[in-house]
């Protein structure tokens, strides 16, 4: 568990580091762009985030899941056919989008005006997803100074990049992603110096087929998670317009603060999870953390929730001023995969990953029919709750599927109680405006219920687990 805080804490840092990004930028880019151009900006970002999904093929789950149980050249020749699969299907993939850039254009925009901007996207498929590779690796090999190394450049470098494309040369939309592009193949190049000692020039049949074997079952869930994620922008450009995208997509852009959370939770669970496996109490392990992770969530989604409009206020500009309506449900939607990733252990533990497969493909279903009906009816508004509904019910199906593998003893009482204030927050900020003087007081019940609970769990974590036995030398 120390192991555990320690690695959050360090993700931590390096994820906020990284998002604090995107609320540098925000500004320029909301000062610079209309809400028409943001929509732009943001459905050629999601054409690209679809295809990096398709680019991965899931093959960084196995290289996660089998990499404890290799070392010496074993481990090396794990770590290069990942990367050899990766890398050559990112590469064809980026550059059919590159090919089809006109067709894409026409389909999504009815005029072949983006191209360009796709075009110069595309380069962006490979970098990304080989970048991502490097800083897994430097994740389990817990190199966390070259990780944070990384991550700052990584931010230098887009900063100075978009200062040079948009504000300086002045190259509006194109600009951007030439930033985007530029500092991705510097980070590319760093992070995969970095470990290029796990590299090996053979292949390995064995370990493709095993690797596949994982990956593959889990395509449909990796589809499945960027439908939830990016299948509302779809429907918004049928139904609604670029103008209402621009004003979702800086809700997001604000909302995904709760991804400093998401990120470095993510970073730290894997490793951790994985590492548990091998220990006979991981059932009390996992029980034991999932409230004190939920609550932690939780908190950060209803502070988020109470001072939306702040964040708005201080970050764009009026055009935009609407989007921190958005922000508190928004957050609590991603705050969900936190949760789910918690609870999802038996189809890890069992190596049976096509059920993580079957349970989004239902939410898939559930996530489309809300959206069809509630965005005709309730706009923006019916967006942010279809994703709500979305998430909570994929933990559920997650949650019932996996104790059938591999049963833990997760409470349902204390994530129901957990949740109840986020919920009602994150959905009465779309609708009621409260005084700030009366935010401010909710903030304060909120944080002394969730510290007084988090203090009681952790009680209860520190009691759960045995204490070590001390056995004496025979003399």
């Known amino acids: 568990m120390k192991d555990f805080f320690k690695a959050f804490l360090s993700f931590g840092l390096a994820s906020s580091i990284e998002k604090l990004l995107g609320f540098i930028i925000l500004p320029i880019y909301t000062r610079e762009f209309n809400k028409t151009e943001y929509g732009v900006m943001d459905m050629v970002s999601t054409i690209i985030s679809v295809a990096i999904i398709f680019g991965l093929l899931q093959l960084e789950t196995a290289l996660q899941r089998y990499y404890y149980e290799y070392k010496g050249i074993k481990r090396k020749l794990l770590i290069t056919n990942t990367y050899f699969w990766i890398g050559g299907c990112s590469t064809a993939i980026g550059t059919v989008i590159f090919c089809i850039a006109s067709v894409i254009s026409e389909k999504l925009f009815k005029t072949n005006e983006y191209a360009n901007l796709i075009r110069t996207a595309a380069f962006q498929l490979p970098l990304a997803n080989l970048s991502m590779l490097g800083l897994l690796l430097l994740r389990y090999e817990k190199e966390n100074i070259k990780f944070l ?99 979702y997509s800086v809700s997001i852009k604000l909302a995904s603060s709760i991804q400093l959370v998401n990120t470095a939770f993510i970073l730290a669970w894997a490793p951790f999870m994985h590492a548990q496996f091998k220990k006979q109490n991981n059932k009390i392990v996992f029980a034991s953390v999932f409230p004190i992770v939920v609550a932690g969530t939780f908190l950060f989604v209803c502070l988020i929730s109470l001072f939306s409009q702040e964040m708005v206020k ?162």
Not at 169 to 179: D, K, M, Q
């Open 149 to 247: 190394t990384v991550i700052i450049t990584k931010v230098v470098f887009s900063l100075f990049f978009v200062y040079l494309f948009v504000i300086y040369l002045r190259l509006g939309l194109s600009g951007v992603f030439y930033a985007q592009v530029s500092s991705m193949l510097i980070t590319t190049s760093i992070v995969t110096f970095f470990v290029r000692r796990n590299f090996v020039f053979r292949y390995s049949n064995h370990l493709s087929l095993r690797n596949f074997k994982y990956a593959l079952p889990q395509m449909p869930a990796g589809i499945g998670s960027m439908v939830l994620g990016q299948a509302d922008r779809f429907f918004m450009l049928g139904y609604l317009s670029l103008g209402a995208i621009g004003i």
């Open 314 to 475: 201080l970050l764009a500009t009026k055009e935009f001023y609407s989007s921190y309506k958005y922000i508190g449900g928004l957050a609590l939607f991603f705050s969900l995969y936190i949760v789910k990733e918690t609870v999802d252990i038996g189809p890890k533990i069992k190596e049976k990953t096509k059920f993580l497969s079957f349970t989004f493909f239902l939410s898939v279903l559930v996530n489309l029919s809300s959206l069809f009906f509630l965005i005709k009816h309730f706009q923006i508004e019916g967006v942010v709750i279809s994703m709500i509904i979305t998430n909570i019910f994929l933990i559920v199906i997650s949650w019932i599927i996996s104790n059938k593998l591999y049963y833990i003893s997760f409470s349902v009482s204390k994530f129901v109680v957990l949740l109840i204030p986020a919920l009602l927050l994150s959905v009465f900020s779309m609708i009621i405006d409260l005084d700030l003087y009366i935010r401010i007081i909710i903030s304060i019940f909120c944080i002394s219920f969730y510290t007084i609970l988090l203090g009681r769990f952790y009680k209860q974590f520190k009691s759960s687990i045995p204490s070590p036995v001390y056995i004496p030398e025979s003399v």
